[in-house]
């Protein structure tokens, strides 16, 4: 069974733009969460989807938004891109319905670096 | 504010040894504890513990949960070079809008 891909796995943008990013879970997952990796705050929980709903949110601003699709893969957008949005972003994927409660599998990430 | 500390930051031992991870949180409304083990990019998830006192056992590694003193502690036993990893630990929380709060880590480093 192929594990949860992310693409792109790179990416580079400058400040002011924005940017989406693609996560595919494992085929029969339907949660979907997303996370941010920095070395100064360490893995932040940013937002869970299930079934195309948005069920569990972390304390990241409006510029950060998600959404799901019906076949579970799912996008993050981040608009007005700012320095510090500059990090690995990574999204994990479960067969629960609250994957974050749960075991979850991630994928390999997209770093983001924001000039 | 929801808040997860580990301890120690950082570790060096032995291959051989064996190791405790402390885990310790101030969360509002407790669901579950999970531990991680990071070596490269993706995490990889280790053990889920939602109830005080009941070991979870995987191979060398171990854990326990007390829901009284707010803790967790991950046991490593006779430690391999494969071990070394930065250890996640992460606590859910919440009522109706869960959230996943992560600690910022050990960094477990095992010498041959």
């Known amino acids: 069974k192929a594990g949860v891909t992310q693409t792109p796995r790179y990416l580079i943008k400058t400040r002011g733009q924005q940017v989406t990013l693609s996560c595919s879970p494992i085929s029969g997952h339907r949660s979907v969460s997303w996370y941010q990796q920095t070395p100064g705050q360490g893995l932040q929980f940013l937002f869970e989807y299930f079934s195309e709903t948005q069920r569990n949110k972390g304390n990241f601003p409006g510029r950060f938004s998600g959404r799901q699709f019906s076949n579970s893969r799912s996008e993050m957008n981040v608009s007005t891109l700012e320095l510090g949005d500059s990090a690995l972003y990574l999204c994990?994927?479960?067969?629960?319905?609250?994957?974050?409660?749960?075991?979850?599998?991630f994928g390999p990430g997209t770093r983001l670096t924001v000039l | 504010e929801d808040k997860v500390v580990q301890s120690p930051l950082s570790l060096v031992v032995h291959e051989g040894d064996t190791v405790t991870l402390n885990c310790s949180y101030e969360v509002t409304n407790f669901r579950s504890l999970l531990w991680y083990k990071q070596e490269k990019k993706a995490p990889t998830f280790l053990f889920m513990l939602?109830?005080?006192?009941i070991e979870k056992k995987s191979g060398r590694l171990s854990s326990i949960l007390d829901k009284k003193e707010l803790f967790s502690i991950l046991n490593i036993t006779a430690t391999q070079t494969g071990d070394s990893a930065v250890y996640l630990c992460?606590?859910?929380?919440?009522?109706?809008?869960?959230?996943?709060?992560f600690g910022k880590g050990t960094l477990l480093t095992v010498n041959p």
């Open positions: 992460a606590v859910a929380s919440g009522g109706s809008n869960y959230k996943l709060t």
């Open positions: 994990a994927s479960s067969l629960h319905t609250s994957g974050i409660l749960n075991e979850q599998f």
């Open positions: 939602t109830s005080s006192g």
